[in-house]
C-alpha cells in the first residue's frame, strides 16, 4: 500500500495537468486568436469558452494541490526554481479574468483595451507554461543550455494553444467565423509540427538520462508508437484542413480529436522518460512521497474530488454543447 499510493498520486497529478493543457489549452487558445476577429467575431469567440474557462484552471489547481500535499519536498523545489514563470502565469491568468467581465461591462470605447489585455494576458500564460515545462524536463538546473530549452518550449508551446483554439472554434461556431478558425489552423499547424520536432530533438541532446532511456534497445521500439501516432495526427489534420467540404460537413471536431491524441503521446512519452524521478536526476516520487500515514488520509479526499471534477467537466460541456452565440451578461 505504502509503495502504490505515491504511484497513484503522480498518476492523479499527471491526468490534471494533461487536462489542463488540453481544455484550458483551447481557451488560452482562443484568447491569443481573439485580436484577429471582427468586433462581433470577438464576442462569440468569448462566449465559446465562458461556460468553461474558469472550470478548466480548476485542473491545474488540482494538479499542484497534488504535488503540494503528497510530494512536499519535490514541491518546495520546483516551485522555488519556477518562483518567475510562476507568477507570470497567475499575472496573465488574473489579467484574462478580469479581461473577460470587464469586456462586456465597460463603456464601448474601453473594450478594445480589454480584448487586448485578455489576448496578452492568454499569451503570458501560455510561455511561461512553456518555460516551466523546459526548465522541469532540464531538471530545474538554471543553466545556459536549460534556459535556452525553456526559451523554446515557450515560444513554441503557444502554437499548440493557437492550435487547440481554432479546434475549439471550428466545433462552437459557423458561418465566417468557422472559415476564419480553418484558416488559423492551416496556418498554425506547420508552426506547431516544426515546435514539436525542435523539442523532439532537443530534449535528448539536453537531457543525458531522457536520451539514455530513448535511444536504448528495446525500449526504443517501444517508444515508436508515440512518434508515429504523432505524425499520422498531423498528416490528418493537414489533409482535413486543405478540405473545406469536409470540415462543414461536421467533421471540424477531428481537429480537436487529433491534437488530444498529440497531448496524450506526449503525455506519456514524457511520463516514461522522467520516471520514477519526480524531479529529474534528484529525487524519485518516493522519496519525495509525505508520510505513508498522511497519503492514506488524503487518498479518501482525492478519489472524491478527482472524479467529482471531472463529472462537472463532463457535465458543463454537455449542457452547453452546440453552436456558441454572442455573449450576454443580461
Same mark, same amino acid.
Not at 15 to 39: R, T
Given at each position: 500500500?505504502?509503495?502504490?499510493? !505515491?504511484?497513484?498520486?503522480?498518476?492523479a497529478?499527471?491526468?490534471?495537468?494533461?487536462?489542463?493543457?488540453?481544455?484550458?489549452?483551447? *481557451?488560452?487558445? +482562443?484568447?491569443?486568436?481573439?485580436?484577429?476577429?471582427?468586433?462581433?467575431?470577438? *464576442?462569440?469567440m468569448?462566449a465559446?469558452?465562458? !461556460?468553461?474557462?474558469?472550470?478548466?484552471?480548476?485542473?491545474?489547481?488540482?494538479? +499542484?494541490?497534488?504535488?503540494?500535499?503528497?510530494?512536499?519536498?519535490?514541491?518546495?523545489?520546483?516551485?522555488?526554481?519556477?518562483?518567475?514563470?510562476?507568477?507570470?502565469?497567475?499575472?496573465?491568468?488574473?489579467?484574462?479574468?478580469?479581461?473577460?467581465?470587464?469586456?462586456?461591462? #465597460?463603456?464601448?470605447?474601453?473594450?478594445?483595451?480589454?480584448?487586448?489585455?485578455?489576448?496578452?494576458?492568454?499569451?503570458?500564460?501560455?510561455?511561461?507554461?512553456?518555460?516551466?515545462?523546459?526548465?522541469?524536463?532540464?531538471?530545474?538546473?538554471? #543553466?545556459?543550455? #536549460?534556459?535556452?530549452?525553456?526559451?523554446?518550449?515557450?515560444?513554441?508551446?503557444?502554437?499548440?494553444?493557437?492550435?487547440?483554439?481554432?479546434?475549439?472554434?471550428l466545433?462552437?461556431?459557423?458561418?465566417?467565423?468557422?472559415?476564419?478558425?480553418?484558416?488559423?489552423?492551416?496556418?498554425?499547424?506547420?508552426?506547431?509540427?516544426?515546435?514539436?520536432?525542435?523539442?523532439?530533438?532537443?530534449?535528448?541532446l539536453?537531457?543525458?538520462?531522457?536520451? *539514455?532511456?530513448?535511444?536504448?534497445?528495446? *525500449?526504443?521500439i517501444?517508444?515508436?508508437?508515440? !512518434?508515429?501516432?504523432?505524425?499520422?495526427?498531423?498528416?490528418?489534420?493537414?489533409?482535413?484542413?486543405?478540405?473545406?467540404?469536409?470540415?462543414?460537413?461536421?467533421?471540424?471536431?477531428?481537429?480537436?480529436?487529433?491534437?488530444?491524441?498529440?497531448?496524450?503521446?506526449?503525455?506519456?512519452?514524457?511520463?516514461?522518460?522522467?520516471?520514477?524521478d519526480?524531479?529529474?536526476?534528484?529525487?524519485?516520487?518516493?522519496?519525495?512521497?509525505?508520510?505513508?500515514? #498522511?497519503?492514506?488520509?488524503?487518498?479518501?479526499?482525492?478519489? +472524491?474530488?478527482?472524479?467529482?471534477?471531472?463529472?462537472?467537466?463532463?457535465? +458543463?460541456?454537455?449542457?452547453?454543447?452546440?453552436?456558441?452565440?454572442?455573449?450576454?451578461y443580461?
Open positions: 500500500m505504502s509503495e502504490a499510493l !505515491p504511484l497513484f498520486f503522480v498518476s497529478m499527471g491526468l490534471s495537468l494533461l487536462l489542463y493543457v488540453i481544455l484550458d489549452g483551447f *481557451d488560452l487558445g +482562443v484568447g491569443m486568436l481573439l485580436p484577429f476577429g471582427s468586433n462581433s467575431e470577438k *464576442d462569440v468569448i465559446s469558452i465562458g !461556460p468553461f474557462w474558469d472550470a478548466n484552471e480548476t485542473w491545474i489547481v488540482m494538479g +499542484v494541490g497534488v504535488l503540494l500535499i503528497a510530494f512536499p519536498k519535490a514541491h518546495g523545489i520546483i516551485l522555488t526554481a519556477l518562483y518567475i514563470p510562476v507568477t507570470i502565469m497567475l499575472v496573465g491568468l488574473i489579467l484574462r479574468g478580469a479581461a473577460f467581465d470587464f469586456r462586456v461591462k #465597460s463603456a464601448d470605447h474601453r473594450q478594445p483595451m480589454w480584448n487586448k489585455l485578455f489576448a496578452l494576458g492568454s499569451l503570458m500564460a501560455a510561455m511561461a507554461q512553456g518555460w516551466m515545462l523546459g526548465a522541469y524536463i532540464t531538471g530545474l538546473t538554471g #543553466s545556459t543550455m #536549460s534556459l535556452a530549452f525553456s526559451l523554446l518550449i515557450s515560444l513554441t508551446l503557444p502554437a499548440l494553444y493557437i492550435m487547440l483554439g481554432g479546434a475549439w472554434l466545433i462552437k461556431t459557423e458561418g465566417e467565423l468557422f472559415d476564419k478558425a480553418a484558416h488559423w489552423c492551416r496556418l498554425a499547424l506547420p508552426a506547431m509540427a516544426f515546435a514539436l520536432l525542435l523539442v523532439s530533438v532537443a530534449t535528448p539536453v537531457s543525458q538520462d531522457i536520451a *539514455d532511456r530513448w535511444f536504448k534497445l528495446p *525500449d526504443a517501444g517508444l515508436l508508437p508515440i !512518434p508515429m501516432s504523432c505524425a499520422l495526427a498531423i498528416l490528418g489534420m493537414n489533409w482535413m484542413l486543405r478540405r473545406p467540404q469536409v470540415l462543414h460537413a461536421g467533421y471540424g471536431w477531428f481537429i480537436f480529436v487529433a491534437l488530444m491524441v498529440i497531448c496524450l503521446m506526449a503525455a506519456i512519452g514524457l511520463a516514461y522518460s522522467i520516471y520514477p519526480i524531479v529529474i536526476g534528484r529525487m524519485t516520487l518516493w522519496e519525495a512521497a509525505a508520510a505513508t500515514e #498522511s497519503l492514506q488520509f488524503i487518498f479518501w479526499g482525492a478519489i +472524491v474530488t478527482l472524479p467529482a471534477i471531472l463529472g462537472y467537466t463532463v457535465y +458543463v460541456h454537455r449542457v452547453f454543447s452546440g453552436k456558441a452565440t454572442e455573449l450576454s443580461d
